[in-house]
């Protein structure tokens, strides 16, 4: 199942705050040597957009310049790290070459995502195609391939799908060996999101680059310094490690590769300029774009509203396609976080008196939907409406339209369904289907008693275990596109005198006038206990996909006896050096 998300609403045309460059002169001239004696260095930097990730993304994205943008954004977040006061000597970075694959080269094999085969096909492919001299204007320093492929190293005969990046250290200048892999868009087999699937992969980038320009990893044997709390930490979690070691910055500071030295002289063209976004990027793509992009879901938003001053650490998110919550990583820089802040050098910061532009939001016109049936008996068929909060799209606040964004109605199924199948009928199908990916369920379905302490409970398949228990699969396919519930308008309960049917998953009386599918309306509240469970569910770093046992047993029905919501202390959450592997070859 392809999730729409329609990059329209994330205004990712730089703005007026942004001052846009409005330059569009052709290439870049031949360049001044200019050997650094201060505290700038300069990345010319070529860009391989691969075809996994254009067919990722692509379906997403409304035109290609829209996509052209996302990574021109994507590289000026790393520019806004490597230029942090962490570092005493600063990057600036230039693209020279920015190449979207829509077809895989036949001469760069992706080996399926195999790093090692991956990152020695990718340097050769580079050194091909990269001009010999420094001096020529399209010879680039540095070539960086973002991938939508899930790298994997092999660790004794398994595959371990915790590496999100490769590069050959100190690698850089070297034409041979100036090449760097990173994932981008990346999710497990079950579809739930690594640290690399969303914006994030800005600092596994940057992280991999730092590799290249001779880094390594912080913390013994390397060095003395602590192997937790910044970019170049052994393991990349979801939380915080924004900004540089001292141990890193001396790397830079006692860089003796000419290459870096040469100023780029000239003004890129607009399709290689990410100077537009300011190293702000955070103020085109804010929080909910973010998680938007990391969900790929135009339904995703921040998890509440009070976790604004909590972005630049870690970005919560939240869609209602799925239960649980996700964890995307540090903001990008100039993400509104509360009040009159954003975020800053991985901090929460007043923007002091600089000006910045406050925008409330308004809705769209309502758009709406189709007849749909499940064509099950004794239901009803449903249009389900939406409106969008993007006209306009609120800016630098925590307060989103008020009210609802989907309505759902009636209508008639007559010309939609010639049968009409019984709801034990449809469960077994579905269970069926079910049975294929996990094993312990049986092709036998049911659809259970309402309880009105949990609402949802008679909108879900529930299938047959083979131990005899009934269990609806709602976390094994949470994240795959496939549901678990009955479709809307379906009968699930009478009180004896009024009908209730399945209302996005809840089971309730009809609507009168259009009636919201999503509870709370669209402000972002956090989890609804009605409905939901407090899950952290990103892709775990050991690959454990098993639904966690407290979970499995809220998801059990028992007639007599209600399991108990499990909390988040129940679930955990993997530990930030869970993450921790090896991501560098020697040149």
Same mark, same amino acid.
């Given at each position: 199942?392809?999730?729409?998300?329609?990059?329209?609403?994330?205004?990712?045309?730089?703005?007026?705050?942004?001052?846009?460059?409005? &330059?569009?002169?052709?290439?870049?001239?031949?360049?001044?040597?200019?050997?650094?004696?201060?505290?700038?260095?300069?990345?010319?930097?070529? *860009?391989?957009?691969?075809?996994? $990730?254009?067919?990722?993304?692509?379906?997403?994205?409304?035109?290609?310049?829209?996509?052209?943008?996302? @990574?021109?954004?994507?590289?000026?977040?790393?520019?806004?790290?490597?230029?942090?006061?962490?570092?005493?000597?600063? @990057?600036?970075?230039?693209?020279?070459?920015?190449?979207?694959?829509?077809?895989?080269?036949?001469?760069?094999?992706?080996?399926?995502?195999?790093?090692?085969?991956?990152?020695?096909?990718?340097?050769?492919?580079?050194?091909?195609?990269?001009?010999? &001299?420094?001096?020529?204007?399209?010879?680039?320093?540095?070539?960086?391939?973002?991938?939508?492929?899930?790298?994997?190293?092999?660790?004794?005969?398994?595959?371990?799908?915790?590496?999100?990046?490769?590069?050959?250290?100190?690698?850089?200048?070297?034409?041979?060996?100036?090449?760097?892999?990173?994932?981008?868009?990346?999710?497990?087999?079950?579809? =739930?999101?690594?640290?690399?699937?969303?914006?994030?992969?800005?600092?596994?980038?940057?992280?991999?680059?730092?590799?290249?320009?001779?880094?390594?990893?912080?913390?013994?044997?390397?060095?003395?310094?602590?192997?937790?709390?910044?970019?170049?930490?052994?393991?990349?979690?979801?939380?915080?490690?924004?900004?540089?070691?001292?141990?890193?910055?001396?790397?830079?500071?006692?860089?003796?590769?000419? #290459?870096?030295?040469?100023?780029?002289? $000239?003004?890129?063209?607009?399709?290689?300029?990410?100077?537009?976004? %300011?190293?702000? /990027?955070?103020?085109?793509?804010?929080?909910?774009?973010?998680?938007?992009?990391?969900? =790929?879901?135009?339904?995703?938003?921040?998890?509440? !509203?009070?976790?604004?001053?909590?972005? #630049?650490?870690?970005?919560? #998110?939240?869609?209602?396609? =799925?239960?649980?919550?996700?964890?995307?990583?540090?903001?990008?820089?100039?993400?509104?976080?509360?009040?009159?802040?954003?975020?800053?050098?991985?901090?929460?910061?007043?923007?002091?008196?600089?000006?910045?532009?406050? *925008?409330? $939001?308004?809705?769209?016109?309502?758009?709406?939907?189709?007849? %749909?049936?499940?064509? *099950?008996?004794?239901?009803?068929?449903?249009?389900?409406?939406?409106?969008?909060?993007?006209?306009? %799209?609120?800016?630098?606040?925590?307060?989103?339209?008020?009210?609802?964004?989907?309505?759902?109605?009636?209508?008639?199924?007559?010309?939609?369904?010639?049968?009409?199948? /019984?709801?034990?009928?449809?469960?077994?199908?579905?269970?069926?289907?079910?049975?294929?990916?996990?094993?312990?369920?049986?092709?036998?379905?049911?659809?259970?008693?309402?309880?009105?302490?949990?609402?949802?409970?008679?909108?879900?398949?529930?299938?047959?275990?083979?131990?005899?228990?009934?269990?609806?699969?709602?976390?094994?396919?949470?994240?795959?596109?496939?549901?678990?519930?009955?479709?809307?308008?379906?009968?699930?309960?009478?009180?004896?005198?009024?009908?209730?049917?399945?209302?996005? =998953?809840?089971?309730?009386?009809?609507?009168?006038?259009?009636?919201?599918?999503?509870?709370?309306?669209?402000?972002?509240?956090?989890?609804?206990?009605?409905?939901?469970?407090?899950?952290?569910?990103?892709?775990?770093?050991?690959? !454990?996909?098993?639904?966690?046992?407290?979970?499995?047993?809220?998801?059990?029905?028992?007639?007599?006896?209600?399991?108990?919501?499990?909390? /988040?202390?129940?679930?955990?959450?993997?530990?930030?050096?869970?993450?921790?592997?090896?991501?560098?070859?020697?040149?």
């Amino acid at each position: 199942m392809v999730r729409s998300l329609d990059f329209d609403d994330l205004n990712t045309a730089a703005d007026d705050s942004l001052n846009e460059v409005n &330059s569009e002169k052709e290439g870049k001239t031949k360049r001044q040597e200019n050997y650094a004696k201060g505290k700038q260095l300069y990345l010319e930097l070529a *860009v391989f957009f691969d075809q996994k $990730g254009y067919e990722m993304f692509q379906p997403h994205v409304k035109s290609e310049e829209q996509l052209i943008d996302l @990574i021109l954004g994507f590289v000026n977040q790393m520019q806004a790290l490597y230029q942090q006061p962490s570092l005493k000597k600063k @990057i600036q970075i230039s693209i020279v070459r920015l190449e979207v694959m829509k077809k895989q080269p036949s001469d760069l094999p992706h080996a399926d995502g195999d790093r090692d085969k991956l990152l020695d096909a990718f340097c050769s492919y580079q050194e091909k195609k990269n001009p010999d &001299s420094d001096k020529d204007p399209n010879h680039w320093d540095l070539a960086l391939y973002i991938s939508g492929l899930n790298f994997y190293a092999m660790e004794k005969g398994k595959k371990n799908g915790i590496t999100m990046g490769l590069a050959p250290v100190g690698g850089v200048c070297l034409k041979k060996h100036a090449c760097v892999i990173t994932e981008f868009g990346t999710t497990s087999d079950d579809g =739930r999101p690594y640290p690399s699937a969303g914006l994030l992969s800005t600092y596994i980038a940057a992280h991999e680059i730092g590799h290249n320009l001779g880094m390594y990893h912080d913390g013994p044997p390397n060095n003395k310094c602590p192997s937790n709390g910044h970019v170049m930490s052994p393991s990349r979690g979801t939380k915080g490690e924004t900004t540089w070691s001292k141990c890193s910055s001396e790397v830079l500071e006692k860089s003796d590769k000419k #290459c870096l030295f040469d100023e780029p002289q $000239g003004t890129p063209s607009k399709d290689k300029d990410h100077s537009k976004f %300011k190293e702000k /990027p955070g103020q085109v793509w804010d929080a909910h774009d973010q998680c938007k992009i990391f969900l =790929r879901d135009e339904d995703a938003t921040v998890f509440n !509203e009070t976790v604004f001053s909590s972005v #630049c650490h870690e970005t919560l #998110c939240k869609t209602p396609k =799925r239960i649980g919550y996700y964890a995307a990583g540090p903001a990008m820089e100039g993400t509104f976080c509360g009040g009159k802040k954003w975020c800053k050098n991985g901090e929460c910061v007043s923007w002091g008196s600089e000006k910045v532009k406050v *925008v409330k $939001g308004g809705w769209s016109d309502w758009s709406k939907g189709k007849c %749909k049936s499940g064509c *099950v008996k004794k239901s009803r068929a449903v249009t389900v409406d939406k409106r969008y909060c993007n006209n306009p %799209k609120p800016k630098n606040t925590e307060k989103y339209c008020e009210g609802d964004n989907v309505r759902i109605h009636f209508c008639d199924d007559s010309k939609l369904c010639k049968n009409y199948v /019984p709801p034990v009928d449809y469960a077994k199908q579905r269970c069926e289907f079910f049975s294929k990916y996990v094993p312990d369920i049986t092709p036998v379905g049911v659809q259970v008693k309402y309880n009105e302490k949990r609402q949802w409970q008679s909108c879900a398949v529930y299938c047959k275990m083979k131990t005899g228990t009934w269990y609806t699969p709602r976390q094994e396919f949470n994240d795959r596109g496939i549901d678990t519930f009955f479709p809307d308008g379906t009968w699930c309960h009478s009180d004896g005198r009024t009908d209730y049917f399945c209302q996005n =998953r809840l089971c309730l009386p009809p609507p009168v006038k259009g009636r919201a599918l999503l509870p709370g309306g669209y402000i972002p509240r956090g989890l609804d206990p009605e409905v939901d469970v407090p899950v952290l569910n990103n892709a775990h770093p050991k690959g !454990e996909n098993r639904a966690p046992d407290k979970l499995r047993e809220y998801f059990q029905y028992n007639e007599g006896r209600l399991p108990p919501l499990p909390g /988040p202390d129940d679930l955990g959450r993997p530990k930030e050096e869970d993450y921790e592997i090896i991501d560098y070859v020697s040149p």
